[in-house]
């Protein structure tokens, strides 16, 4: 069973920077995808980056943020920096089976509970 705890979050001025981490169960990132998504409140979920198994390329929808992963640790992480308040949301890590991008949450099968970002202005 594929297990997601994403940690990292909190209160940080605009224009600061914040990393997230998403520790995974040993094994994950060997035949999963792994993906970052944000959701503010009254909003829909939305896709931030991905990264694929095997060759970790990765892809983010924003320039400002980078998504890696360490794989001796066991944790995905996506560094956001130039933070602004538009950024505040619930940051969420999800796997899914395959090796294509892949934008939808309906695409995820597994998701972390959420860690919470707050960007004042």
């Known amino acids: 069973q594929v297990q997601l705890v994403e940690s990292g979050g909190g209160l940080v001025q605009a224009g600061g920077s914040l990393r997230l981490s998403c520790a995974a169960s040993?094994?994950?990132?060997?035949?999963?995808?792994m993906g970052w998504f944000r959701q503010a409140p009254g909003k829909e979920r939305e896709f931030v980056g991905a990264?694929?198994?095997?060759?970790s390329s990765s892809y983010c929808s924003d320039p400002r943020f980078i998504i890696s992963r360490d794989n001796a640790k066991n944790t995905m992480y996506l560094q956001m920096n130039s933070l602004k308040p538009e950024d505040t949301a619930v940051y969420y890590c999800?796997?899914?089976?395959?090796?294509?991008?892949?934008?939808?949450?309906?695409?995820?099968?597994?998701w972390g509970q959420g860690t919470r970002v707050t960007v004042s202005s």
């Open positions: 990264i694929m198994p095997a060759d």
């Open positions: 040993p094994g994950t990132f060997i035949v999963y995808a």
């Open positions: 999800a796997a899914r089976f395959g090796h294509d991008l892949a934008t939808l949450k309906d695409q995820y099968a597994y």
